[in-house]
């Protein structure tokens, strides 16, 4: 009785789930990974370095600021 | 990865500042435990940890929110948070009793506070927004 549930559960679990023909992959991943990772590259500009420079300095005269800025982050 | 934009926009806010705060609170554990500064540490985390992360992702979720004739540029939008968290940050200092955040010390922090945060909206919440594909 058990083996011909299991049987008919078999049936209708293949009738349920269309099989699967073709799982190769059709090209190869990898060099559209890297495009990608290309694209998300951070460009800063030359007024973000002059901003992250000056940042720096600020930060080297004015050192009781940092626990401010800390604390705002 | 089009659904739920508003969470992908969240999540990408929030990104930061909880990764910060790896950082603020070392500084802040050494500076009371290692250099006994005596700040209440366990009422100055408060702001930190939950108030600016959670305002980092709702304010990414408003970009998303605002149609692209009433957006500024991404840095900038970032860089207006500033304006609104530091009074928050000032009023919450005064209640908890903190004397590391005074009035003149929030003037003195404002225009590092702006760049800082400009840098980091346009380059890092920016990066994370393009990789969740938020906006």
């Known amino acids: 009785m058990n083996e011909r549930n299991d049987e008919k559960l078999r049936e209708l679990l293949r009738s349920a789930v269309a099989a699967v023909a073709d799982t190769e992959l059709k090209q190869d991943l990898w060099p559209r990974m890297l495009r990608k990772l290309d694209e998300q590259t951070i460009r800063a500009s030359w007024l973000d370095w002059a901003l992250i420079a000056l940042v720096s300095v600020w930060f080297f005269l004015f050192p009781e600021v940092i626990p401010a800025m800390l604390y705002h982050l | ?135």
């Open chain 2, 1 to 135: 990865m089009n659904k739920h934009p508003y969470l992908r926009a969240y999540l990408a806010g929030i990104a930061v500042p909880t990764m910060f705060m790896l950082i603020v609170l070392t500084f802040f554990i050494v500076a009371r435990f290692v250099y006994n500064v005596p700040v209440a540490i366990e009422r100055l985390l408060v702001f930190p940890m939950a108030v600016v992360p959670n305002l980092w992702g709702v304010w990414n979720m408003l970009y998303v929110r605002l149609d692209s004739r009433h957006r500024l540029p991404f840095g900038i939008h970032g860089a207006v948070l500033v304006l609104l968290l530091a009074p928050i940050g000032l009023t919450l200092a005064k209640a908890l009793d903190l004397w590391i955040v005074t009035p003149t010390l929030v003037i003195t922090v404002l225009p590092v506070g702006l760049i800082v945060y400009y840098l980091a909206w346009k380059h890092i919440v920016g990066f994370f927004n393009q990789l969740l594909r938020v906006g």
